[in-house]
């Protein structure tokens, strides 16, 4: 596998649910450790970019590239391909049947065929680093979303991904839970992890993002640095969202 | 934590001794049982004064017939545990393949699909009677080579056949229940779509289905009489044998007593298993499980 420093390439991806077209031909560049940010109106295909780049929807047309490696090429196994990206979900999607941490040492042990012990012990230390050591033998039900969305996170993570995708994570907590959840990621992106992710809190992505991209119809309206796109956006389509944004009293 | 958690199944615990006459306090267990006496006893005074009682008696409730046959019918009832076991143990693998299959997704699986839903279509349509007529009267007589020839091993056969196809309904029932976000996060993790399916979607499926299918075991315990009418002997046809010798129809009355005592202690296990699974899911929401009620002596509502 070849090491160059593009984590992550997009190229011309198209994708349509029945009639309707989601994404119109996305191209979408992010280096390694680089934190990129989704923005965009609801439906703009957000969510739907960082599902296709984990391969959990067939795309249409384009390709994905992932550290070198196109990940859309015919006969590639995508449970391989899924182990080096991780997802975060908007529903956080823990097993509710299985306590904390057997969601996070699931993969772990049966993917990457882990020994219990090591699995657990790895585990742990990455709850306890995001502070939830004594949530360990809890079923997720029992924790606050906050929790749950951090033990998500814990578990996308102990796959040590190449790139963790998060969509919307912290749409679904309560207004006063999403700081710790926030708190998680900025420590991520600190350490250098490569992150993509899509998001409604623009106080967020300005402070944590290195490039905010603009979604509308379907393709990249507009990208660049925080202090520009939030600022002084040239399209007219970003200009009237960021509008929005501001009159809502969200940035 | 824990403690948390045995805290609500201790509760629970108490509340399912409670069901009958927890909530009531000590003087309403008294009416209660008063109560009880007087209108029980009034039934029974009606129904025995009543004319042509002594008749009735006589051909249904012998009380030495009765004691006579219970023996017999108790062993002729081991080849009914037996049918049933054996059915139950292979019903619950095979109707489980059945539901995954059927579960399939995509053309490539199509196929698969379709035979699946052919063999649940058929079985459910057709009485399970005939299934075992055909299967447990016709192969024996065939004697084909390396094939079993007894009408045991066919009814089993046969109540498998029928069995399955609404266990496997029962189970797909369940594992569509199971939210698609749940394997969209087990196969974002690098699982298989086998892995997701074992250690996600199946637990998850089979939980919740647990008191449908122990309906279904109690419809197969009853299910296992009909094998009477292909020659083996268990207990039906053992009451059919005893009650036609005496002209007399006190061993039905037994064998159905059988069948009660049978049936009723799995059918509690279910309402224990329903209730436990609401309170389950509401405790994480609410902190404690319903409340409940007495049901027959009426528990005052809170």
């Given at each position: 596998?070849?090491?160059?420093?593009?984590?992550?390439?997009?190229?011309?991806?198209?994708?349509?649910?029945?009639?309707?077209?989601?994404?119109?031909?996305?191209?979408?560049?992010?280096?390694?450790?680089?934190?990129?940010?989704?923005?965009?109106?609801?439906?703009?295909?957000?969510?739907?970019?960082?599902?296709?780049?984990?391969?959990?929807?067939?795309?249409?047309?384009?390709?994905?590239?992932?550290?070198?490696?196109?990940?859309?090429?015919?006969?590639?196994d995508?449970?391989?391909?899924?182990r080096?990206?991780?997802?975060?979900?908007?529903?956080?999607?823990?097993?509710?049947?299985m306590?904390?941490?057997?969601?996070?040492?699931?993969?772990?042990?049966?993917?990457?065929?882990?020994?219990?012990?090591?699995?657990?012990?790895?585990a742990?230390?990455?709850?306890?680093?995001?502070?939830l050591?004594?949530?360990?033998?809890?079923?997720?039900?029992?924790?606050?979303?906050?929790?749950?969305?951090?033990?998500?996170?814990?578990?996308?993570?102990?796959?040590?991904?190449?790139?963790?995708?998060?969509?919307?994570?912290?749409?679904?907590l309560?207004?006063?839970?999403?700081?710790?959840?926030?708190?998680?990621?900025?420590?991520?992106?600190?350490?250098?992890?490569?992150?993509?992710?899509?998001?409604?809190e623009?106080?967020?992505?300005?402070?944590?993002?290195?490039?905010?991209?603009?979604?509308?119809?379907?393709?990249?309206?507009?990208q660049?640095?925080?202090?520009?796109?939030?600022?002084?956006?040239r399209?007219?389509?970003?200009?009237?969202?960021?509008?929005?944004?501001?009159?809502?009293?969200?940035? | 934590?824990?403690?948390?958690?045995?805290?609500?199944?201790?509760e629970?615990?108490?509340?399912?001794?409670?069901?009958?006459?927890?909530?009531?306090?000590?003087?309403?267990?008294?009416?209660?049982?008063?109560?009880?006496?007087?209108?029980?006893?009034?039934?029974?005074?009606?129904?025995?004064?009543?004319?042509?009682?002594?008749?009735?008696?006589?051909?249904?409730f012998?009380?030495?017939?009765?004691?006579r046959?219970?023996?017999?019918?108790l062993?002729?009832?081991?080849?009914?545990?037996?049918?049933?076991?054996?059915?139950?143990?292979?019903?619950?693998?095979?109707?489980?393949?059945?539901?995954?299959?059927?579960?399939?997704?995509?053309?490539?699986?199509?196929p698969?699909r379709?035979?699946?839903?052919?063999?649940?279509?058929?079985?459910?349509a057709?009485?399970?009677?005939?299934?075992?007529?055909?299967?447990?009267?016709?192969?024996?007589?065939?004697?084909?080579?390396?094939?079993?020839?007894?009408?045991?091993?066919?009814?089993?056969?046969?109540?498998?056949?029928?069995?399955?196809?609404?266990?496997?309904?029962?189970?797909?029932?369940?594992?569509?229940?199971?939210?698609?976000?749940?394997?969209a996060?087990?196969?974002?993790?690098?699982?298989?779509?086998?892995?997701?399916?074992?250690?996600?979607?199946?637990?998850?499926?089979?939980?919740?289905?647990?008191?449908?299918?122990?309906?279904?075991?109690?419809?197969?315990?009853?299910?296992?009489?009909?094998?009477?009418f292909?020659?083996?002997?268990?207990?039906?046809s053992?009451?059919?044998?005893?009650?036609?010798?005496?002209?007399?129809?006190?061993?039905?009355?037994?064998?159905?007593?059988?069948?009660?005592?049978?049936?009723?202690?799995?059918?509690?296990?279910?309402?224990?298993?329903?209730?436990?699974?609401?309170?389950?899911?509401?405790?994480?929401?609410?902190?404690?499980?319903?409340?409940?009620?007495?049901?027959?002596?009426?528990?005052?509502?809170?």
């Amino acid at each position: 596998m070849s090491r160059t420093s593009e984590a992550l390439v997009v190229e011309g991806l198209r994708k349509s649910f029945g009639q309707l077209e989601v994404l119109r031909g996305i191209d979408l560049t992010v280096a390694e450790h680089e934190v990129v940010a989704l923005i965009g109106a609801s439906g703009s295909g957000k969510s739907t970019l960082l599902r296709c780049i984990n391969l959990l929807e067939e795309i249409d047309a384009g390709r994905i590239v992932i550290e070198g490696q196109e990940i859309t090429a015919p006969g590639i196994d995508v449970d391989r391909v899924r182990r080096r990206i991780g997802i975060v979900f908007q529903s956080f999607n823990l097993f509710p049947h299985m306590t904390v941490l057997r969601n996070v040492t699931l993969a772990p042990r049966k993917v990457l065929r882990l020994p219990q012990a090591e699995a657990e012990g790895r585990a742990t230390a990455l709850l306890e680093r995001f502070g939830l050591a004594d949530k360990r033998d809890e079923y997720p039900d029992r924790l606050s979303g906050g929790q749950q969305q951090r033990a998500a996170i814990v578990r996308a993570m102990a796959m040590q991904p190449d790139i963790l995708l998060l969509d919307e994570i912290t749409a679904a907590l309560d207004p006063e839970l999403v700081a710790e959840v926030l708190d998680v990621i900025r420590e991520l992106a600190a350490e250098g992890m490569t992150l993509v992710l899509a998001t409604h809190e623009m106080g967020f992505a300005r402070d944590v993002a290195d490039r905010i991209c603009f979604l509308d119809g379907g393709v990249i309206l507009e990208q660049g640095p925080p202090s520009e796109m939030l600022v002084a956006p040239r399209e007219e389509r970003t200009q009237q969202f960021l509008k929005r944004i501001i009159d809502a009293g969200r940035l | 934590m824990t403690g948390e958690a045995h805290t609500t199944r201790d509760e629970l615990h108490a509340r399912r001794g409670s069901r009958l006459f927890g909530r009531l306090r000590s003087n309403g267990v008294m009416i209660a049982t008063l109560s009880t006496l007087v209108v029980f006893g009034a039934i029974g005074f009606v129904v025995v004064n009543a004319p042509g009682w002594e008749r009735v008696q006589a051909a249904f409730f012998d009380p030495e017939l009765g004691m006579r046959s219970l023996p017999l019918l108790l062993q002729a009832l081991w080849v009914n545990v037996q049918l049933f076991v054996l059915a139950e143990v292979t019903i619950l693998a095979f109707a489980l393949l059945l539901a995954v299959m059927r579960s399939l997704p995509g053309p490539v699986f199509f196929p698969f699909r379709l035979m699946a839903i052919s063999y649940i279509e058929f079985f459910r349509a057709i009485p399970g009677i005939l299934v075992i007529f055909v299967l447990a009267l016709g192969v024996p007589g065939l004697r084909l080579p390396g094939l079993p020839n007894d009408q045991f091993t066919w009814a089993v056969v046969a109540l498998v056949l029928v069995w399955s196809a609404y266990v496997a309904e029962v189970y797909r029932a369940g594992i569509e229940g199971v939210h698609a976000s749940q394997e969209a996060a087990a196969r974002s993790l690098g699982l298989s779509r086998f892995q997701g399916l074992r250690y996600v979607v199946l637990p998850q499926a089979v939980r919740r289905v647990i008191p449908p299918l122990l309906n279904d075991f109690i419809g197969l315990q009853k299910d296992t009489a009909l094998v009477s009418f292909v020659g083996v002997v268990e207990i039906f046809s053992r009451t059919r044998i005893i009650a036609g010798g005496a002209f007399n129809f006190t061993p039905y009355i037994v064998c159905a007593l059988i069948f009660l005592v049978l049936t009723i202690p799995l059918a509690r296990v279910v309402d224990y298993l329903v209730a436990r699974d609401r309170s389950r899911q509401l405790a994480g929401a609410l902190g404690s499980g319903p409340a409940r009620r007495g049901r027959l002596l009426g528990g005052s509502p809170r």
